[in-house]
């Protein structure tokens, strides 16, 4: 760097020279630290940054439903549910008075019932022991008839269905580690199993689902919408992708080592998809043949990024655009909606927002101009605002897909909500320590979740499985 001394013999137009290049690295390096200050603050609320990345400095939560919209608590119409007493108790307990009074020790008359309290408790717990006895008989001819054992009774000592089911919603749908499960069934039921026994039953009755997990995805693919989405998956020890389909009755996971079209040819499902795929926008999902709709909850989250921490009005405009055609969009789809709300008024407004929507895009186009090609090898680097005015231009009938499709929705919630479970299980875990112990999560997570989304009781369901007559959830 020039010293002052050396400043003294620089002519005036070198000095001039000198004090644009300083000019010109001030403002780069103003620029970088805007930038790392930028990427410092994002978080799980204005990027799609997961949750658990935020640490210690989780941001305050905050709503963007508007205040005084909707009453806090239950709201009219809402049911409710509390505990209320039992019309038949399966034991009574009688607490009766004294034969005398305590007073004149006269005999008391009959006694009757003042006030009834009823106790919700558990039995106690405890594991049985059915013996199986094969009998024999000989006739007088010589001829030998033996008995059979009952279905699923192979050998001389076992576990029984509701055991081995037990041990795979703890493990498996639960995600409770292998040596708490083991644990717990002792602690639960006296029954001391080991580990090993433990991951056994994940194992058989991932065979056993195995046919109806392939029936469950081949649904999801002849739905008219389906949700897609992806997350990493820690499997020995290196990376692998979780890809996972979702629609409201059906939920399928499948493991691979490769996220995006490699991946999807393997799993041999979203290819056969023809209605409309909900997903984040993410380049391979976009080559499928088929009808798009984007997640706004991921652009809502880029806006607020762009608004708070760049200082782009337009994008609280398109915050303030999106949130109201989602409420919109709601009470058009809302059960005994207003009579005077009709078809004709809603598709006049969805035009007046689709025009809004453009005349924002244009300010934002004012705001962010494009980077222009330097002529160097590549596409110049456009800022975080510039790609996503981009993006919400090139797939405009994608982002707005909620608006024009009735069973469309907003968000691809219902995919990202697919993908939690999941990674708690890895969080319990570490990760999963083969290929196949990841698959065979997949298979059992993909029956459980479909059929509690099917209101059945999942356990129950695994019974049956382990005992030969597996449930079957509704496809249509």
């Known amino acids: 760097m020039p010293t002052p001394t050396s400043l003294s013999h620089l002519s005036h137009a070198e000095k001039d020279a000198l004090i644009l290049t300083l000019q010109e690295q001030i403002k780069a390096l103003q620029a970088a630290v805007k930038q790392l200050q930028s990427r410092s603050n994002m978080n799980s609320r204005n990027s799609s940054k997961p949750p658990s990345s935020d640490g210690l400095n989780k941001p305050a939560p905050k709503s963007l439903r508007v205040a005084g919209e909707n009453p806090t608590g239950g709201q009219k119409g809402h049911p409710g549910r509390t505990l209320s007493q039992a019309t038949q108790p399966d034991k009574v307990v009688v607490h009766n008075v004294p034969d005398q009074c305590q007073a004149c020790h006269l005999e008391l008359p009959f006694a009757y019932v003042v006030e009834t309290r009823q106790v919700f408790d558990l039995p106690v717990l405890q594991f049985e022991v059915t013996e199986h006895h094969a009998m024999q008989a000989i006739c007088s001819c010589g001829h030998v008839h033996t008995a059979e054992f009952p279905t699923g009774v192979n050998a001389t000592v076992q576990y029984g269905p509701r055991a081995q089911a037990a041990m795979v919603h703890l493990n498996q749908n639960h995600a409770v580690s292998v040596q708490r499960t083991a644990a717990l069934m002792k602690d639960l039921f006296g029954l001391g199993v080991s580990q090993a026994t433990v991951i056994k039953a994940g194992v058989t009755s991932a065979a056993i689902l195995q046919p109806t997990v392939d029936a469950i995805g081949q649904g999801t693919v002849n739905a008219d919408v389906l949700h897609a989405d992806e997350t990493g998956l820690r499997v020995v020890k290196k990376l692998h992708w979780l890809h996972v389909l979702a629609t409201g009755t059906l939920t399928w996971m499948g493991c691979h080592p490769k996220r995006g079209g490699e991946a999807f040819e393997s799993l ?109 090898r590549g596409r110049p680097k456009q800022s975080k605002a510039t790609n996503l005015v ?87």
């Not at 200082?311 to 055609?325: F, K, P, Q, S, Y």
């Not at 994608?398 to 919630?413: A, E, G, I, K, L």
């Open 390 to 476: 981009g993006r919400l231009r090139d797939y405009t009938d994608d982002v707005w897909r909620f608006m024009t499709h009735p069973d469309v929705p907003f968000t691809n919630n219902l995919a990202e909500q697919t993908v939690r479970m999941p990674k708690v299980k890895q969080k319990v875990s570490g990760c999963f320590r083969t290929l196949p112990g990841a698959q065979t999560y997949c298979v059992i997570r993909s029956y459980c979740a479909t059929m509690h989304k099917q209101g059945a009781n999942v356990y129950e369901s695994l019974v049956a499985a382990f005992k030969g007559t597996t449930p079957q959830p509704c496809f249509g």
């Open 268 to 376: 041999a499902l979203l290819q056969q998809f023809k209605g409309v795929l909900v997903h984040d926008g993410w380049l391979p999902y976009k080559a499928l043949q088929c009808q798009h709709a984007l997640c706004n909850a991921h652009h809502l989250r880029e806006l607020t990024y762009l608004l708070e921490e760049q200082d782009n009005a337009w994008a609280g405009d398109m915050i303030e655009l999106l949130t109201h055609a989602n409420h919109l969009d709601n009470l058009n789809c809302a059960d005994g909606k207003s009579p005077n709300y009709s078809a004709r008024k809603y598709q006049t407004e969805v035009r007046e927002l689709r025009d809004l929507y453009e005349a924002i895009l244009a300010q934002a186009d004012v705001d962010n101009p494009v980077v222009p090609s330097t002529g160097k």
